[in-house]
């Protein structure tokens, strides 16, 4: 009997330090607290990184939703001929650039018609000297004025980056390019600190470049200031990551330029060749190409060979001309 107490009195005991152990010891030791702050510390670290990856994702999408709202700004779409001669570079108004193009048209006419040609080479003619010409000249000083400022870009970006390392607020720093640079990025810039002057944010000062120089390099720099506008983030570094970008753009024209100069070389043989060999026969024979401009069939024939000729060289510069 008293062996069978002991063995109950063994058991109590054991099941009372159980007891105390699991439900008691925690909270003297300081175990429970310990553990009950390491899940407050993870649940914390688990909101925090939720957060950051919720701030990652709106950034990502602040970002995406510039750059579309950018990039459906930047479509191209048909410009005005006053855009296309602010662009050249020349301050005409339209009445003042169709008096120069039928100015054009009938001195061609006139010199045509006063040489004895048929009335139906005095109308071409005509054309070319009132449509032609004028959309040549004028195509020609926007694609010049175009290309000074792609090569000059580099540069003014490298002074707001410079600017920026130290320290010079944005603002300043166009202030400097609108002064010191060459043109005509200096009276491009000097538009945006006068658009700046009147109430114009930077972002919507510099998206205007855009619309007067429809190149990728203004499109790039304009994308790149309203992302830093509204998103925020390291200017510098992003102009730096783009200056690098224009200037690669740059020697990849140029290496293009070389891979096709034989080609061009080639095009401007083949163009000049009937007028070369004509000159010549001319020289040998002049009555046998009298024929092609003291008759009417010769004129007509001639007429049709410009044509020709024309949408020969047409065909060749569009092949060998690299759109980058």
């Known amino acids: 009997m008293s062996m069978n107490l ?4 063994g058991l109590a005991m054991l099941a009372a330090g159980g007891i105390v152990h699991v439900f008691i010891y925690p909270h003297l030791s300081g175990d429970l607290k310990a553990e009950k702050r390491q899940a407050a510390l993870q649940a914390s670290g688990s909101r925090r990184s939720a957060d950051r990856q919720a701030d990652a ?3 990502r999408k602040q970002i995406a939703d510039s750059i ?3 990039g459906e700004q930047g479509k191209r779409k048909k410009q005005s001929l006053e855009a296309r001669l602010a662009q050249a ?22 010199l045509v018609w006063i040489s004895g040609a048929h009335l139906l080479v005095v109308g071409p003619a005509a054309g070319v000297g009132g449509i032609g010409l004028p959309a040549w000249v004028l195509g020609f000083l926007r694609k010049r004025r175009l290309k000074k400022f792609v090569d000059e870009f580099p540069n003014a970006i490298d002074i707001i980056i410079r600017g920026v390392k130290a320290g010079l607020p944005l603002g300043d720093c166009l202030r400097v390019i609108a002064t010191e640079s060459a043109e005509p990025v200096r009276g491009e810039f000097r538009q945006i600190v006068d658009a700046q002057a009147m109430g114009f944010t930077t972002s ?11 190149t990728a390099e203004a499109s790039f720099f304009s994308i790149v ?12 570094e992003a102009l730096g990551n783009l200056s690098g970008v224009l200037r690669d753009r740059k020697k990849m024209k140029a290496k293009i330029k070389a891979m096709s100069s034989e080609a061009k070389a080639s095009a401007w043989i083949i163009g000049s060749l009937p ?14 190409l009298e024929l092609l401009w003291k008759t009417p069939s010769g004129q007509l024939v001639m007429a049709a060979c410009a044509i020709w000729m024309g949408v020969g060289i047409f065909v060749m510069k569009n092949i060998i001309n690299f759109d980058f």
Do not use: D, H
């Open 6 to 9: 002991w063995v109950i009195s």
């Open 89 to 110: 570079g020349l301050s005409w108004s339209r009445k003042k650039f169709f008096a120069a193009s039928f100015a054009s048209a009938a001195l061609f006419g006139g």
């Open 68 to 70: 579309k709202e950018l």
């Open 57 to 59: 994702a709106n950034r």
């Open 275 to 288: 007028f070369l060999v004509g000159g010549i026969v001319y020289l040998t024979s002049p009555q046998y």
């Open 225 to 236: 200031i309203a992302i830093q506008q509204k998103a925020g983030g390291n200017l510098a």
């Open 204 to 214: 919507e000062a510099v998206e205007r470049i855009v619309e007067r120089v429809p």
